[in-house]
């Protein structure tokens, strides 16, 4: 132990304390009876010198303020000029954007109308892209329906100069073939067998005479003429040296004949096509006619009828969207027709059988329909018993009888 106390006051000279502590407050804590220690008094304030500091902060805030301050001074004149400078400007302006909107809004009453099928179609006869036929002189377009037609028609024209001009390359026996194959419909062995014909009675050398005499021959022979006749006719021509030219002449027969043969089988073709296609025609007006009747019923024999499904029916019944493998045409109905001697259709098929049978005999169905409505009834009159049961039951007598208004016999 030394000899003298411990000096706190020299140990605690080197420690920064607070400054909130003062050495008369240490020397009293330090003097005081421990027993009789009091809670430490509450720390003084901050100095007042630091108020000015927040004061400054303060006043950083309302610097703002004196900057607005100066336009609040504003002469009243000025204000008022300044407004009504920009009233006007924006009136200038929307009246300016109206004057545009007049303008762009507004038709020029006086421009005339303008069709423009009328000249689109003039500009197009002008290209060269739009040709008249012969006896065609005016021409006016004024509907999108004539616009449409003539456009088709044109779009073949030059398919078939187009056509025209690649098949010509290939000499004119290519284009006859053509015409008379695709265009007439002549089957391509009925004109094999005709132009080769003709091609080989062209080509016989008439300069020699076995030919002479083979040509006159074939020409007797196709007149029914006997054996014994064709001989002693060639043989006279040759003792009058007559052959030549009677060769020559049956040569010209025949070729005529051939030609003759395969422009009557071109003429039976194209009438034909065109007995066929008058009576798909009459088919395709007739079934429209029916639909467009059932349309204003709504109903036909009891089926449900509108635009739509009658839409779908036109096109099943006329639209001939199929090809058989020989490149005949068909609707779906004729399909679907086919594709019933499928094995997994037979169903359908049976099921179809009884819906033409009943036509035949009831053509509206109306032994089907009453037998449906009465059944409709049947269900119906049930369900009515059915709730009549239960609203007696809780007012009579259960093992009473019940009234014979509400018994249902089959």
Same mark, same amino acid.
């Given at each position: ?12 000279? @080197?420690? !920064? ?5 003062? @050495?008369?407050?240490?020397?009293? *804590? ?89 000249? *689109?179609?003039? &500009? ?12 065609? !002189? ?32 290939? =000499? ?12 007439? =419909? ?27 005499? #083979?040509?006159?021959? !074939?020409?007797?022979?196709?007149e029914k003429r006997s ?5 002693? #006719? ?16 049956? #040569? ?24 066929? &296609? ?12 029916i639909l467009n009747e ?26 001939? @969207? ?13 399909? !679907? ?43 119906? *009159? ?29």
């Open positions: 132990m030394p000899d003298s106390p411990f000096d706190f006051r020299n140990a605690l000279s @080197g420690i !920064e304390s607070p400054s909130t502590i003062s @050495g008369e407050e240490l020397d009293n *804590f330090l003097s005081s009876d421990p027993n009789e220690i009091k809670p430490a008094s509450t720390p003084a304030t901050p100095p007042k010198k630091e108020e000015p500091a927040i004061k400054k902060e303060v006043t950083v805030e309302t610097e703002p303020k004196t900057v607005i301050e100066p336009k609040q001074e504003l002469d009243k004149n000025e204000l008022d000029e300044f407004l009504d400078d920009g009233e006007e400007k924006k009136e200038g302006d929307e009246e300016g954007n109206e004057d545009n909107k007049t303008d762009d809004s507004k038709p020029d009453d006086n421009k005339e109308d303008v069709n423009l099928y009328e000249v *689109f179609s003039e &500009d197009l006869f002008n290209l060269g892209r739009f040709t008249k036929d012969e006896g065609e !002189e005016d021409i006016k377009i004024s509907t999108p329906e004539d616009f449409v037609a003539r456009f088709d028609s044109e779009v073949y024209k030059h398919a078939e100069n187009y056509l025209q001009q690649f098949l010509s390359r290939f =000499g004119p026996d290519k284009v006859e073939f053509f015409e008379n194959v695709f265009v007439s =419909g002549i089957e391509p062995e009925d004109y094999f067998q005709r132009y080769s014909a003709i091609k080989d009675i062209s080509s016989i050398d008439l300069t020699e005479e076995t030919n002479q005499e #083979k040509i006159v021959r !074939e020409l007797l022979r196709s054996t014994e006749y064709i001989n002693k #006719k060639i043989q006279r021509l040759k003792d009058y040296s007559d052959l030549e030219e009677e060769a020559t002449e049956a #040569k010209a027969i025949l070729v005529k004949r051939e030609q003759d043969a395969l422009a009557e089988t071109t003429a039976k073709k194209q009438q034909d096509i065109a007995r066929k &296609d008058a009576a798909k025609k009459h088919y395709t007006s007739e079934v429209a006619k059932k349309i204003t019923t709504k109903e036909f024999d009891g089926i449900p009828v509108d635009q739509a499904f009658a839409s779908e029916v036109n096109k099943m019944l006329t639209n001939e @969207g199929f090809a058989l493998n020989d490149g005949t045409r068909i609707t779906e109905f004729d399909k !679907e027709i086919l594709e019933l001697q499928r094995p997994e259709n037979f169903p359908m098929k049976v099921k179809l059988a009884m819906l033409l049978k009943m036509l035949k005999t009831d053509p509206t169905l109306s032994k089907f329909k009453k037998k449906t409505v009465s059944i409709e009834n049947k269900e119906a *009159f049930q369900a009515v018993k059915k709730a009549g049961l239960k609203t007696t039951s809780k007012k009579e007598d259960p093992n009473k009888q019940q009234s014979s208004a509400w018994s249902w016999t089959k």
